[in-house]
């Protein structure tokens, strides 16, 4: 997730690419995307984090090691968060896409996963009801669904 102001930004994500591999230790938690343009004019986009030591690594080419398909409705997220649309409604956007691709559900998980993160604490889920006691009063909080009525919570996607 990119970062402007505190606000995601724009959105790098797609299904992970066994062949090709991202490898990034399960202790980094941020790092810097690198806007590349090779000699064919061509943009790419490089991951950069400094591990436990401090020491730069880079990887190259991160536009290239994802599935395309998914690369694509990255790219496509990334417009609607650039322009600021609220986090809660894009997560609403994510859950009603409905893609042929039996991989979509999990892709489509992870990223209202990652989105939780930045909705504000006790914004209203509006349109949704607590699957528990059918109420309208589901509201974010940290980074979950709760229901304010039942006490009911579900986290992840």
Not at 18 to 39: C, F, H, L
Not at 116 to 122: A, D, H, I, M, S
Request: proline share 3%; glycine share 12%.
């Amino acid at each position: 997730m990119g970062l402007l102001n505190g606000r995601p930004y724009e959105i790098f994500t797609g299904l992970y690419d066994e062949d090709d591999g991202i490898y990034i230790p399960k202790n980094i938690e941020k790092g810097t995307i690198i806007k590349s343009v090779d000699a064919q004019e061509r943009k790419h986009y490089d991951f950069q984090y400094a591990n436990k030591r401090g020491y730069k690594t880079t990887i190259e080419g991160l536009d290239g090691k994802f599935d395309p398909e998914f690369w694509n409705y990255a790219k496509l997220l990334s417009g609607v968060l650039r322009y600021a649309m609220p986090v809660d409604q894009v997560i609403k956007l994510v859950q009603g896409l409905e893609l042929n691709n039996e991989s979509i559900n999990t892709w489509k998980n992870g990223v209202e996963r990652a989105l939780k993160k930045y909705v504000l604490e006790g914004t209203e889920a509006r349109g949704r009801k607590c699957p528990s006691c059918g109420q309208a009063t589901l509201v974010y909080a940290e980074g979950c669904l709760k229901c304010t009525s039942c006490g009911h919570s579900k986290c992840g996607g």
